[in-house]
């Protein structure tokens, strides 16, 4: 070494750095405190306690009032605890030395939940339906009706009156006695239907689209219109 370069203080030579201690080197520094987390840590360093030394040697009740939330009782053994700490560092059972990071570790994010799918000729298997045939069905697929109830519903009914009735307003054929019909265009279109002389059918339609159209006449023989 020159004569005329002299050692800076902590060792540093002319023309080198200092190395700088950042909070997040403090922090993790002091969380290996047993019982010290980094919120605790944060405090003390915000206290002016960022050296293990420094803790060490504080008296329980200057730092308890130091650093919000601690009691002296626990101050007491945050200073004990960091005794120990040193004496562990100074015998060699401690290595401080790379312990730059915090000691809070990100959780691994769990696995996704596995599932094995069938194979296509599986799931095309389990799709195929056993159609249950009851005699109704039967019945009513011998009688020429493939969706619905064998009889007319009320509002089949009331729509076939209605149109009918529109017709005879516009001056379509009387298909019954004009003289024993009863009044009104309503009351007309009901009795020429009751005589089941309407050359009609009806038109049933299922949620796919699919429509059939079945003879007035057939859905009459199994309706009460009285």
């Known amino acids: 070494m020159s004569k005329g370069s002299k050692p800076k203080k902590n060792g540093s030579k002319d023309g080198e750095k200092e190395p700088t201690t950042t909070i997040e080197d403090t922090v993790a ?42 009691s002296v009782s626990k101050a007491e053994a945050t200073i004990a605890e960091t005794v120990d700490v040193l004496e562990k560092v100074k015998s060699g059972a401690l290595d401080l030395s790379g312990k730059s990071k915090s000691k809070r570790k990100k959780a691994p994010e769990p696995e996704p939940d596995k599932h094995q799918l069938d194979s296509l000729d599986a799931i095309d298997k389990a799709e195929e339906r056993t159609k249950l045939v009851t005699g109704y069905d039967k019945e009513k697929a011998e009688m020429g009706i493939p969706v ?79």
Not at 42 to 53: H, I, P, R
Not at 182 to 187: D, W
């Open 148 to 226: 619905g109830p064998k009889w007319l519903t009320r509002f089949e009914k009331a729509r076939i009156i209605g149109a009918r009735a529109l017709q005879v307003s516009m001056g379509a054929p009387i298909l019954i006695d004009i003289k024993t019909a009863p009044k009104g265009r309503f009351a007309f279109a009901e009795a020429e239907l009751k005589s089941g002389a309407l050359p009609m059918t009806v038109r049933r339609s299922l949620p796919t689209g699919e429509a059939f159209n079945i003879p007035l006449s057939l859905l009459l023989e199994n309706t009460r219109l009285d």
């Open 29 to 70: 520094l002091l969380t290996n405190i047993p019982g010290v987390g980094p919120k605790t840590a944060e405090k003390l360093a915000a206290a002016g306690f960022d050296t293990l030394e420094k803790v060490a040697t504080a008296d329980k009740e200057e730092l308890a009032a130091a650093v919000a939330g601690l």
